[in-house]
């Protein structure tokens, strides 16, 4: 059977045609459905050496960090960027800095190597991602924990 948009402008909310109506004994019903996933846990893995990051959220960024490691004297921050959805999957996103002899951050100009998206590898058949920055390379996948949560807010009455 058919569903429309109520007339009332209510988002997500769904009026049954009148046939269903009535054969519900002329009750109209408004439901409400929303709709949530939440991610519970993540891990990314080093498809190469099976090496697991346990990345780590802060307060209002849409994002899951690892924390920076080094390769030669660069520092390197990846981090899952869920507002720059690609392709379904977030994008990893990479900063690097060289520390001065004060301790500051140089950072270096962003090139290539700071969007990675993920895609399908056809060997591993997986979607991964493949970060590279010189001659230092990557290959990352995601493991995801998720709750899924659906809430319904019904309104029965008589018409």
């Known amino acids: 059977m058919g569903h429309r948009k109520d007339a009332l402008n209510f988002t997500n909310i769904t009026l049954f045609d009148q046939e269903l109506l009535k054969n519900l004994n002329e009750k109209l019903i408004l439901m409400k459905l929303n709709e949530s996933t939440e991610i519970v846990e993540i891990k990314i893995i080093n498809v190469d050496t099976g090496k697991e990051y346990i990345p780590y959220e802060q307060p209002n960024r849409k994002q899951h960090f690892i924390n920076p490691f080094r390769f030669e004297n660069y520092n390197i921050q990846l981090r899952l960027d ?45 979607y991964v991602y493949k970060f590279k920055f010189k001659n ?11 709750a899924k949560t659906l809430t319904v807010d019904t309104i029965i009455s008589r018409v």
């Open 82 to 126: 869920y507002s720059d959805i690609r392709n379904g999957e977030p994008t990893l996103d990479a900063d690097i800095w060289i520390e001065n002899e004060s301790g500051k951050k140089d950072k270096i100009k962003k090139g290539s190597w700071h969007h990675t998206e993920k895609k399908l590898d056809n060997d591993s058949e997986f």
């Open 136 to 146: 230092f390379e990557l290959n990352l996948i995601t493991k995801k924990t998720l």
